[in-house]
Nanobody, 125 residues
Framework: QVRLVESGGGSVQAGGSLRLSCTAS????????MGWFRQAPGKEREEVAC????????NYVDSVKGRFTISRDNALNTLYLQMNSLKPEDTAMYYC??????????????????WGQGTQVTVSS
């Protein structure tokens, strides 16, 4: 089991940047593919990005490609999401999750099983 804690959310103007962090407790962080997900009010949760266990493979939802970068530091048990050129439509609660099913062939994090509590990102126009 792994416990996840997100940080780094906040309020920014359109065009600004934020860096989210997700710190994991436990000794098995490196054995999980990890993902960032988001959910806006009234909308379904969507997977924003997924990264393989080693960090060599990454995939993004089309709406954030070229603007967001997912990365991880297994020595520090930490997952990151660098968000640049933020848009109002990026406003959501952002969650990190550990994938029980691993990094799929399509680049998604299958069966996210452990979740953080979320961090709010608000982008104003």
């Amino acid at each position: 089991q792994v416990r996840l804690v997100e940080s780094g959310g906040g309020s920014v103007q359109a065009g600004g940047s934020l860096r989210l962090s997700c710190t994991a407790s436990g000794s098995r962080f490196a054995s999980y593919a990890m993902g960032w997900f988001r959910q806006a009010p009234g909308k379904e949760r969507e997977e924003v990005a997924c990264i393989s266990r080693s960090g060599a493979l990454k995939n993004y939802v089309d709406s954030v490609k070229g603007r967001f970068t997912i990365s991880r530091d297994n020595a520090l048990n930490t997952l990151y999401l660098q968000m640049n050129s933020l848009k109002p439509e990026d406003t959501a609660m952002y969650y990190c999750a550990a994938s029980l099913g691993g990094y799929s062939r399509s680049g998604s994090c299958e069966r996210p099983g452990y979740w953080g509590q979320g961090t709010q990102v608000t982008v104003s126009s």
